[in-house]
């Protein structure tokens, strides 16, 4: 396997050597892990860790503020992962199945590039039978408050808050189309695989009645209603989800893997 060291823009990472293969009849499959904006690695760590016990490689990113901030940016940088993730498959053909879990909207933005881009380009429509499913956690964040309080959060000084009260209403005004984009790509109805959604209604960034129409949204979209599975926290902080509630959060994990190796040997028969 030629995924041995760190790549330009992702971390690889082999499963657990005493994992079990996940589905049968394919080699490992691979979950594209997408932090939030200003993780660090250590914490996004204990993600991957948690596919890496089931048997999954990985390749995981890790956001940053000033990515978000900069025209173009999460463009080109999702057309690197795309190629890489690309690149992968070529390099790893029993590999049949692919996972995103993405964090917030540092990493949101980033699976909507991607996912829009293997559905529309013709060179890239080939992984769509790959995607198996996603798991998206504290996202999307829509509003421009909350928008703002995220860039508060991982600020580093007074002045850079300051800058950012006054440019996050006008990137919100200027990118408000992309912002709608990045909606409908998430509840898309060509996002026919597993869903798994963990938000909360403590959460200070994204609001629960803005998810509760996501979910809602994705539910009507789906053609087979078991391929969405969420759970609505009522006391965890924003990305912390796994934290305050590890059993409820390693259980719908476990469930959600569980539903994709169902739906491989329905599409086998």
């Known amino acids: 396997m030629s995924f041995q060291k760190k790549l330009p823009i992702f971390e690889f990472q082999q499963a657990e050597n005493d994992s079990p293969i996940p589905f049968e009849g394919e080699d490992r499959p691979l979950t594209v892990v997408l932090g939030w904006m200003g993780c ?8 991957v860790d948690q596919w890496r016990k089931r048997g ?4 995981s990113f890790c956001s940053k503020p000033i990515q978000l901030l900069v025209p173009g940016v999460i463009q080109n940088k999702g057309d690197e992962m795309l190629e890489q993730i690309k690149k992968y498959l070529k390099e790893n053909k029993r590999c049949k199945s692919v996972i995103f879990n993405a964090f917030s909207n540092g990493g949101g933005f980033y699976y909507g590039h991607i996912i829009r881009q293997i559905h529309e380009r013709d060179d890239c429509k080939w992984m769509r039978s ?8 504290s996202l999307p964040a829509i509003r421009p408050l909350s ?7 991982t600020s ?4 850079v808050t300051f800058l950012l009260a006054l440019i996050v209403p006008l990137i919100v005004l200027l990118f408000w189309k992309k912002m709608s984009l ?9 996002n026919q695989w597993q869903h798994l959604i963990f938000y909360s209604k403590a959460d200070i960034i994204v609001h629960s009645d803005d998810i509760d129409q996501l979910v809602a ?15 609505r926290f009522d006391d965890s902080p924003h990305v912390l989800h796994m934290r305050a509630h590890p059993k409820i959060y ?12 169902n739906t491989n040997l329905e599409n086998k028969k």
Do not use: W
């Not at 928008?147 to 959060?153: D, E, G």
């Not at 390693?250 to 190796?261: A, G, P, R, Y």
């Open 156 to 159: 580093p000084n007074i002045f």
């Open 130 to 137: 790959y995607v198996k499913g996603t798991v998206l956690d």
């Open 147 to 153: 928008i703002y309080t995220a860039f508060k959060m």
């Open 56 to 59: 999954f490689n990985t390749l």
């Open 182 to 190: 990045y909606q409908q790509t998430l509840t898309s109805k060509k």
């Open 40 to 47: 660090r690695r250590e914490h996004l760590q204990k993600y």
């Open 250 to 261: 390693e259980d719908k994990l476990n469930h959600f893997v569980t539903c994709i190796k």
């Open 217 to 231: 949204t994705i539910k009507n979209n789906l053609s087979k209603s078991h391929h969405l599975d969420y759970n």
